[in-house]
């Protein structure tokens, strides 16, 4: 069993939530939502968020805009779309309820 | 100093090193190959070269204008290596497999390449077993086994080197080992293109309603379109089959071909692949060598050119079969403009060699011996065969064909005897043998004509003729032929039994009845020719007396004894009577009769 691969599947469990959480919040484009994953320390490599947003965007959890940059190619600006948003819902109190479990099966060690 | 390159990633121009160039182009290529097949890959290469372009976009300023190879470097750590990227969907299903069984993840089909990392020689055999999921050294245990089989193993072995690319790069290594070939993908993809069609036909049935409703010129272009592209896929689909069939066929037959080809021209034996088409006689190609060619130049020179002119068209199909089949391709052009030019060299090298033999049968001689039968001889004499002489060896093969080959102990039989039966001004009967030969000169002509050894003898009123003259080795093969002219005067009469039907040829009578009517009948000369005396010999009359035979046939009371035995069938039937008294009768004399009734008799 290795513990980097099990690390890395823990996250990669959380990311879709994540990445939905904040187009929640805002819309944002690829870059901003990197430095968020990063600064939590959610993300190794930024070549993971690509296919990912692509995929969500592909069954229609995500719309794209386009807006011109000074610095740069034109950029992708996303935000979630109605089924985006009872989606995250969703990934949302299923969250809630892992934490719930998690930390009942811990407090009654 | 370094050489830049300049590049456009997402519409904005670069300077970069040229290093870094290739090391970026590396990079976006195991991309490609890791999201190329997958929905929407093609927008995550985009997506991931505008954010690599923006990054590069922030490195550069005024006084720093290229991209250097630690740029590149560190562009990618932050995206990563394909294989590091975390896709939880692709994660979802590989632990999904790791829980069931380890099936190998479809990478597109397979394709036949050499396997430059096991190999032996080539890498053939590798590249095979991949290709079919067979351990190699199996493979290999089958090439060496058909090495034994007229090196065949050799020729396909070095056929495959030839043709088959070898798996350089990785994408090629990943085709080599891609997904199975099997029955079950052949069904995956004929069922993904009848759905496709399926699909199509839908789309037509829509198209058509829409038609129906508004005729618009633009509509009715785009209909026409769809219908031309749903017929173009059915006839695709079909082509697709027919030509995997074809592709089977053309190896098989090459193969075969291939086979016949070598063991011909090494003589190994007698090949009935290559000359035994239809009844025609058998024998080698090496054992015909020997009573052709008067110098070994000629038969080196036909033989390379034999094995060119006949061996590129056999080994073009055994590559175009193997072509429709795995989609290997040729390695190069030139090849194939190499291969052509050379099988016209053989063509040349077999006219040059071919002209070359042609003069040698360019002159033709006879010698001739004449004799008369004394006066005191009867007034009808006969003309039969003799089939007693000959070992049971020499067995020379039966056909209706010019002449037959065969040769014994360094002689050749030939059928070339003619018999024929003219009118003698004279009172006495006279037989005229002209033996005939051709060769480069007269002399050599006449030489080879003088060597035919013809026999026959004469008892009393009773002609017997040999079926075959013999020709020795050495003179070799030069259309040996034997002519004999039996002159009678009017008022005698000659007949020809059922034997003489080997040599008698085209006698000329007044009835105009066939040789073959003529045997087992009195043939009278007179004024107007051969006539037939005791009998109607014209059509009409023969064709009466076939009439009458078969209906006495038809009048004969059947016996159904076959019911008695029901393992016997009446086509085996044989008549073991008569076949038993003759091997009684020449046993004795170590003699076998060799020849069958030539032709059926009418009498």
Known sequence: MNIENTKAQMRKGILELCILSILEKNEAYPSDILN???DSKLIVVEGTLYPLLTRLKNDGLLTYRWEESTSGPPRK?????ELGKSFSNELDSSWQDLQKAVQKIRSKK | MNKTVTINISGIIFNIDEGAYSTLKQYLESIKQKFGTTKGGEEILTDIEARIAEMFHEKVSDTKQVISQVDVNGVIAIMGQPEQF???EAEANTSYNNDTAHEEPRRGPRRFFRDPDSKIIGGVCSGVGHYFGIDPVIIRIIFVAIVFFGGSGVIAYLVLWAITPEAKTTSEKLQMKGQRVDIDSIRQSVSDE?????????????????????VDSGKVENFFTTLFNFILNIVKLVLTFVGKFFGILLIIFGGLFLLSLIGSLLGLGTMSGMINIGDANVFSLAEVYEFIFSSSYHRTAITIGLAIVCGIPV??????GIKILFGVKMPSSKIGAGVTLLWFAGIVLMLLTGFQIGKEFSKQDKVVSQFSLPPSTADTIIIDVNDELYPVDAEPEISDDYFVLKSYEDELFLTTVELDVIENQNDSISIKIIQEARGNSFDDAANRAENIVYSYSI??????????????????????KVKIKVAIPQGKTVFLDKTSGWIIYDIKNTTRTRDRYMLNNYWTMTEDGLDCLNKDMSRNGIRARKKASRERASKKPVVPNYKANPNSTDSTKIDTSTTAAYVQKFSSVNTYPLFPTPFTVFG
């Open chain 1, 36 to 38: 968020e994953l990063k």
């Open chain 1, 77 to 81: 600006y996303f935000q979630l779309t």
């Open chain 2, 86 to 88: 975390e896709d939880p």
């Open chain 2, 194 to 214: 009848a759905g496709n069609l399926k699909k199509k036909f839908n789309h037509l049935g829509e198209k058509a309603d829409e038609f129906g409703k508004q």
């Open chain 2, 315 to 320: 080994l073009a199909m055994l590559y175009g």
């Open chain 2, 459 to 480: 008892t009393n009123n009773r002609l017997t003729f040999d079926p075959f003259l013999i020709v020795k080795k050495e003179d070799l093969f030069r259309n040996q």
